[in-house]
C-alpha cells in the first residue's frame, strides 16, 4: 500500500470535511430570521433576545463564529443543544450508533440478497428466472421507500399478521432476536430501492463478464460451469457492485429520516425532526454532518476493496 | 514436402478431421452461412496453418472443432471428428474433459484472456488440477513451473505469483501458450498468436514455439492472417475466403506455385522486405455473408474467370496427389503455369525541396510527479521522447520505425503540438511553433495533419461523410457551399471513393473505405505535412495494398511531406524515402530506405530486420534473437540505451557512454560504438547463445 497516496486521500477527506461544514454552517446560520426570536418567541424584549444571543455565541462577528465551528468539528465539539443545554456530541453518539446499527442490517440484507439474485439472474441469462428477477427488481426501483415503509407497517404490525412490533430499539446486549426483530422492518423498507439497484448493478456486470474473454478461456480449459461462476467471474464482476453500496450507504443516510420518523426509531434521523422542529441549530448541524462524514468514509472503504478485488487497481497510481 | 516426410504423413494418425462443414448463424434479417462445406486435416506432429484475411471465418471454425460457437450459431451439417471421437455429438461431460485436456484452445489477445485477478500460476495448476489429478498441490505446481520454463519465461515460480497485469504483451502470450501446454494436449489450437506482438517479439515467440513442436508430439492448427508466420513455421496450409476453402497444401508448393488465383493475388499484396516487388492490391471487395455470390465466390475480383465460373458449384479439385495439394479453381492448371508477373519497381528518385519542419533536441517526458511525490518519493519521469532531432522535406516520406513504446506515436503528436514538448525546439516553415500567435497556430493546424491507425474511431459516429470533409474545409479554407462540393467530390476521387457515399456514416463503410474517408479529410485542406499513424496496421493486406499505392499517389500529387510512424518495416520501405529507426524515444539509425537495408546496419536494425517471417519458406532466417523486453522508459540502461539487448555489445564502454548519431556515408548516420566495418560482417549467432 501506497502510504504518500494514502495520507494525500486523508487531506482530501479533512478538505471535504472542511467544505461541506461550511456548507452546513452557511444554510443554518446565514438563513434570514433570528435565532433567539425562535427560542423566545415573538413576544421576547430586545434585552432578552440580546442576552440570548450572548449567551449563545450569536453577538459574535459572523466569521469568529465560522472558525469555532468549524474547529469544532474537526475536534468533534459541536457545542451545547440550544434546548436542553447538553453538549451536542453525547446527544448524537448513541443516536449514530443506532442509525448505524439500522443502516449495517440494511446492507447487510441487500448484500445477502441482490447479489446471489444478480448472479442468478446473469447465469441463467434470458430466462424466465431472469425475467422473473429482473421484473421484480423494476418494481422495487419504482417504490419509494416511504410508501414500502407504510405498507410494510400497515401489513406486518397489526392484525391479522402482527409479526412485528410497531416501532422503537432494543438494545443489542437485550438479545440479538428482540433487536433484530425491531430492525428488520425498517432496514426492509430502506432496502427496496437499493435492493433492486444493486441487483441490477450485479447482473448487468456479471452479464458482461461471463462474456468476456477470459471466461471463454476459462471454459475452453474444461472447467465447469459453476466454478466458471464463483472461480472466475465473481470477483472481476462484483467491482461495479462495490461502488454502487459504497453510494447507496450515502442514499441510505438520506433515506433515515423518513424511515426512522415513520418506525419511531431513535436514531440520527428522528433527531434531525426534532432539531427542525425546535430550531435547535448546533443538534441539527451535527446531526447533517455526522452522517456525511460516515459517507466520505464509506467511499474511502471502497477504494480500498478495489484494491482487494482487482490486483491491477493500486492507490494512488 | 520430400517423399520420405510424405511416407510419413501417410502412416501417422489423422488426428483431427474437419469434413465439408457448414456453420450457419442466426442474424437479425436471417441466417448466414459462415463456413461452407469446410475440409480440414490435422495430423499428429504436424503445423497446419490456417490462412485468411478477417471475415473470412478462421477463428469460427477453431471454434466450431471445440463446440464453442456463440449461441446464436451452429454446425448445420458435415462431420468434426477429433481422434475417432465424434466432437459434434459429445455430451457436456465429454467436451469438459477433452477441452484444456486434449485440445487446448490458445485464444487471441492474451491480455483479455487470462483472468486478470488471478495469478498465473493458479489459471495454469488450474487446468493441471483438472485433468491430470496431480497427487498434491506441491505435484501441480512442479507442472506449472515445468511448462512455465519451457516457454522461456524467466523465473517460473516468481512468475507463478504474478497477476497477467504485471507481465508484457510477448509474457502473457508466453503465459497463454504454457495453459494450453500444461497437460500436454494432443491438439494445439493457436489462434492468431502473434498478431498484436512486435516482429522482435513475433520472432522469439515463433523460435519457441518451434523448439516446443520437437518436445510435444502434438498437432497444431495456427490461424493467422501472417502468411510470413505461416512460411515460417507451418507443413501445410489451408487458405480460408470468405467462409470457403480455397487452396489447401504444403506450404512450399502453395507458396512457390499458387493453384488458386486468391492465393496468388494475396501472395503479390503481401509486402516483402528488400523484395523489388510492386505490391498490386487486389480489385473489389469480400463478399458479404449474407449475400453470397452463385458459383466461384472469388470470380468478381479475379483476372482468371470467366462465365462459367459464376454459375454451380465449383469443386475442390487436386492439384497434386502425393502432396495433398488441392485448389477450389477451375483454371487452376492456367493459374500455377502463370507464376503471376510481379512488377518490379522502378525507383524514381524524387526531388526534395526545402525543409517543412525541423526539430532539434526533442524532450518529451512524461508523469513528472507532483512536488509532493518528486520531494517524498524517487520519481524518475518517464522519457517517452528524449533529445530527437529530424529533419522532414517538402514532399518526402520520412519513416518511423520502432517497437512499441518506443516514443514513436509521441514523437509524432508532439511535432504537431498535439502534445506539449518538455524541451527542445520544433521548427516549422521556418519558425519555433511555441511563438506562433493564435491565428498562426490556427494556420499551422491547417497545414499540418494526422491520420490514425483506427480510423472508425477518429471519424465521428454521427456525421456522414459530406459533413466530416466539409468540416476541414470550412475551417481552413475559404471556399463557399459549392466550392466545398466540388472539392468534397473531387476528394473522394482521388482516394478512390465513389461519390455516392457521401450520405453514408462511418459504420456503413468497411475499414478500407474508413481510412480513405480520413485520409481525404486530412488532404483536404491540402496540407503540407501529414503524420501517418500506423495508418495500415488495423485494415487486411489486401486493402493495405490499395491504401499504400493510393498515399504514395497523393505524395506525389500534393507535394506533402509526411512522417510515417509503423512497426512494420515493410510498409516503410513501400513508401518511405528516408527512415529513422527509434529504440527508448531516440533515434539510433537514420538513412536513405534502400540504405537502411543494406550494412552497415544498426544491431539493433539489423535485429529487427531479421525478425522479419519471409514469404518464402524455403530461405532459412538467420534469426538475431534480442533476449528481454524493451527496458523501462522510466529507467533507460546508462549508456547506450541498447546495450542490455545487443548482441554485439563490446563491453563497458556501451554502459557507460552514450553514442551519438554519426554520418557513416550518404547521410546514413549510426549511433554505435562500432566502427562500420564491424557493422559490415554478419554476425555469429553463436555468439549470442553462449551468454543465455
Redesign the interface.
Known sequence: MNYVYLLKRLVYMLAAVLAVSSAVFAITTLVPGNVANYILGTGATEERVAQVEADLGLDRPVHVQYLDFVGGVLTLDFGESFVSGQPVSEMIWPRLIRTLQLAAVAMTISIVTAIPLGIVAAAKRDTIVDQLVTTTSYIGLSVPSFVSATLLLLLFTSPPLELFPRGGYVALKNGVIPWLHHLLLPAIAMNTVILAYVLRQTRSSMVETLESEYIRTARLKGVAESKVLFGHAFRNGLLPTVTVLALNFGWMMGAVVIIEEIFAYPGVGEMIIQAVDSRDLPVLQAAILVPTIAFIIANFVADIVYTLLDPRITLGE | MTTQRQAERTEQETLLEVDSVDVNFEVPDGQIQALRNVSLEVERGETVGLAGESGSGKSTLAFAI?R?LDANGWVDSGSIRFDGMDMLSASTEQ???????RIA?V?Q?PG???????RIGKQIR??VE??QNPDSKAAANERVYEVLDQVDLPDPEGMAER?P?ELSGGQQQRA?LA?GLSCNPDLLILDEPTTGLDVTTQAKFLDLLEELKSEYDAGILLITHNLGVIAEIADRVNLLYAGEMLESGPVESVFTDPANPYTQALLATTPEMDADKKIRPIPGQIPELDDIPPGCIFADRCEYATENCRTGEVPMETVDSATGHESRCHYWSDVIGSTAELETETETERTHGEAVMTIDSLRKYYDEGSL??NL??DHDPVKAVNDVSLTIHESEAVGLVGESGCGKSTLGRTLLKLHEATGGSIRYDDRDIDELSRSELNEFRSECQIIFQDPEGSLNPSRTVREILARPLKLFTDLGAEGRAERTEELLGQVNLGANIVGKKPHELSGGQQQRVAIARAFAARPSLIVLDEPVSSLDVSVQASILNLLKNLCVEYGTAYLLISHDLSVIEEICDRVAVMYLGEIIETAPTSQVFEPPYHPYTRALLSSIPLLDPETETDRIKLEGDVPEPRDPPTGCSFHTRCPQKIGEECEQSDPSLEDVGGGHCISCHHDTTELDQPIENQKHDDNR
Do not use: K
Open positions: 471445440v464453442y467436451l469438459r474433459s477433452v477441452r484444456g485436456n484452445h485464444a489477445n483479455s484472456s487470462l483472468n486478470p485477478s488471478m488450474e487446468s483438472l485433468h497477476y497485469h497463454m495453459v509532493l511525490t517524498l518519493t
